[in-house]
């Protein structure tokens, strides 16, 4: 037996002693010592090695791990419906399973907690959360699966993309500055209006329009400053109050000193009428023609007559403004008149407009403050401008990883999902890491604590107790101090208990030393060696190892 070396020869005839037993029962123990017996290491004193592990007590065990030596395999077997079944082996650089797609790496319950691999790892199928199987990785983007059952590679992805963007650049022009360009992967294209064309975009809409400084054919708008030649164009519908204050005399008692304003009809008839009324009634021994009358006399039937001035004709029986006077409510044409901020109160222009001020400019090249454009300049300007706006490069947009929405046509909008966290909505986190160093994490309870995040005894506390000492709880029936005091006081090498405190008392020290690497029932062993020893005394030693055996 390996371990274990006879002590003595015992020939027929000879005095079997209490130390001739005590010697080889000695021996055998000390063979099989938990700790320094013997060890199975392949060596003649130590035995071979154990090739089987197996069911307990069975000698055909179902659930066992073999080792192969002639293949250098250790093979793992469990039972499988009463036949014990190879599972997988471990052989060098591998653990292979025996049938294909057969067994599992934990289970959809219990889990293995990381996993770390220096290698490629080949999968028929990668589920992410509750999410499909990916089952390949797509390379090449111009065509893609139906299902959401692939993932894009970052070349496949870039080069999608480089390829979409970079496709063309946008070529324009402008009434000056030569051809430009965009980069569309790049740059962007910014429309901003000249002189009196404001821009406004929304969407893919660019909408170009004049703005409040231009006046319109049908709007109604106030010019000023404006200088019109009313030989070459007809103000209609000039009323009085259309006439600047201080131009229109209603009391020509006292006027201008220059030929610079006009004189109501009612403001003649009254100073007319006011002159008439001072002329004194009664023999007439003289008239005089005074200022603007001509004629007079001393004797007989004199004659007055009013001297017509610029505008003014004196007729036989009234005197009248002529046609060269503008009237409040006549239909006049005005020529070579500048109206210096004129207010116009609905006026109509019957025919054209003409002058330095007003432009006639296709490419609006004066590009000027203090000038008017033409109905047609601007149209054939805004035309040509959008003319020149490239559209439909984009065909479609889709929505990414984390967006909702798009389309291809009209106006697309893009949404984060369902799938995005945000910073004020409330969402559940799935294998997420948050550093606690960068982060503060609140309101953490016991049921937010799951038993698989085993925190280390060394966090609880001082961190004095370590996980193996904090274990050691489980088993305590009541209060750990309570039952410490109740013990011995001091229990070790130096103070030891004494035998006589076990039981009744009857076995010493001495005694319960012999039980001391004691592997079975002694009164077994010893009713056994007995019977050998009644039987065949000569025999007894032999007897006794092979039980040991």
């Known amino acids: 037996m390996a371990g274990y070396t006879r002590q003595s020869s015992i020939n027929d005839g000879d005095t079997i002693s209490a130390s001739l037993f005590n010697n080889e029962y000695n021996q055998i123990l000390a063979a099989f010592n938990n700790t320094t017996g013997h060890k199975h290491d392949g060596t003649a004193a130590e035995g071979p090695v154990i090739g089987l592990i197996g069911d307990a007590g069975l000698t055909a065990p179902l659930n066992k791990i073999l080792i192969d030596t002639t293949n250098d395999h250790i093979e793992f077997y469990v039972d499988v419906s009463g036949t014990s079944t190879q599972q997988f082996r471990l052989e060098d650089g591998a653990i292979v399973p025996i049938t294909d797609n057969d067994v599992d790496l934990g289970t959809s319950s219990v889990e293995f907690k990381d996993a770390y691999f220096d290698g490629n790892v080949t999968l028929d199928g990668l589920v992410i959360g509750s999410a499909t199987a990916i089952t390949d990785v797509d390379t090449d983007l111009s065509s893609v699966s139906g299902s959401d059952d692939t993932i894009a590679s970052a070349k496949a992805i870039k080069t999608y993309v480089d390829a979409q963007v970079t496709a063309s650049d946008l070529d324009f022009s402008g009434d000056s500055g030569g051809s430009q360009s965009v980069d569309l992967d790049s740059q962007s294209l910014t429309f901003t209006g000249g002189t009196g064309i404001d821009t406004t975009g929304s969407a893919q809409t660019m909408t170009f329009a004049i703005d409040s400084t231009v006046a319109t054919l049908t709007g109604s708008q106030t010019l000023t400053n404006k200088t019109i030649d009313v030989d070459n164009n007809t103000l209609s519908n000039i009323e009085v109050d259309n006439l600047k204050s201080g131009v229109l005399d209603t009391d020509i008692t006292s006027v201008s000193a220059s030929d610079d304003t006009l004189a109501s009809a009612k403001a003649i008839k009254t100073y007319v009428d006011a002159q008439v009324a001072t002329v004194p009634t009664g023999d007439i021994t003289s008239v005089v023609a005074g200022d603007g009358l001509t004629?007079?006399?001393?004797?007989?039937?004199?004659?007055?007559?009013?001297?017509?001035?610029?505008?003014?004709?004196?007729?036989?029986?009234?005197?009248?403004?002529?046609?060269?006077?503008?009237?409040?409510?006549?239909?006049?044409?005005?020529?070579?008149?500048?109206?210096?901020?004129?207010?116009?109160?609905?006026?109509?222009?019957?025919?054209?407009?003409?002058?330095?001020?007003?432009?006639?400019?296709?490419?609006?090249?004066?590009?000027?403050?203090?000038?008017?454009?033409?109905?047609?300049?601007?149209?054939?300007?805004?035309?040509?401008?959008?003319?020149?706006?490239?559209?439909?490069?984009?065909?479609?947009?889709?929505?990414?990883?984390?967006?909702?929405?798009?389309?291809?046509?009209?106006?697309?909008?893009?949404?984060?999902?369902?799938?995005?966290?945000?910073?004020?909505?409330?969402?559940?986190?799935?294998?997420?890491?948050?550093?606690?160093?960068?982060?503060?994490?609140?309101?953490?309870?016991?049921?937010?604590?799951?038993?698989?995040?085993?925190?280390?005894?060394?966090?609880?506390?001082?961190?004095?107790?370590?996980?193996?000492?904090?274990?050691?709880?489980?088993?305590?029936?009541?209060?750990?101090?309570?039952?410490?005091?109740?013990?011995?006081?001091?229990?070790?090498?130096?103070?030891?208990?004494?035998?006589?405190?076990?039981?009744?008392?009857?076995?010493?020290?001495?005694?319960?030393?012999?039980?001391?690497?004691?592997?079975?029932?002694?009164?077994?062993?010893?009713?056994?060696?007995?019977?050998?020893?009644?039987?065949?005394?000569?025999?007894?030693?032999?007897?006794?190892?092979?039980?040991?055996?």
């Open 295 to 549: 004629g007079g006399g001393t004797s007989g039937d004199v004659t007055l007559n009013v001297a017509g001035g610029t505008g003014i004709t004196a007729n036989a029986n009234d005197i009248a403004i002529d046609s060269t006077v503008t009237t409040l409510t006549g239909t006049q044409t005005l020529t070579n008149k500048t109206l210096t901020s004129p207010t116009l109160t609905t006026p109509v222009l019957n025919t054209s407009l003409s002058g330095t001020a007003f432009l006639d400019e296709d490419n609006m090249a004066s590009n000027a403050a203090d000038k008017v454009a033409s109905q047609q300049s601007i149209k054939a300007y805004v035309d040509n401008e959008i003319a020149n706006v490239p559209i439909g490069d984009i065909t479609a947009v889709t929505a990414g990883t984390g967006l909702s929405g798009g389309g291809s046509s009209g106006a697309v909008s893009l949404a984060i999902d369902s799938t995005v966290a945000t910073l004020t909505d409330t969402q559940t986190l799935t294998n997420k890491s948050i550093d606690s160093d960068n982060n503060t994490i609140t309101n953490i309870v016991n049921a937010d604590i799951k038993t698989a995040a085993a925190i280390d005894a060394t966090k609880i506390a001082d961190g004095s107790v370590t996980s193996t000492e904090f274990q050691f709880i489980n088993s305590l029936s009541s209060n750990a101090q309570t039952q410490l005091d109740a013990k011995q006081a001091t229990i070790d090498s130096s103070n030891r208990l004494n035998a006589n405190l076990i039981h009744d008392g009857s076995v010493d020290n001495t005694e319960f030393g012999y039980l001391n690497g004691v592997t079975s029932a002694i009164q077994t062993q010893i009713d056994t060696a007995n019977t050998n020893i009644s039987g065949k005394a000569s025999n007894g030693f032999a007897v006794a190892m092979a039980i040991a055996l």
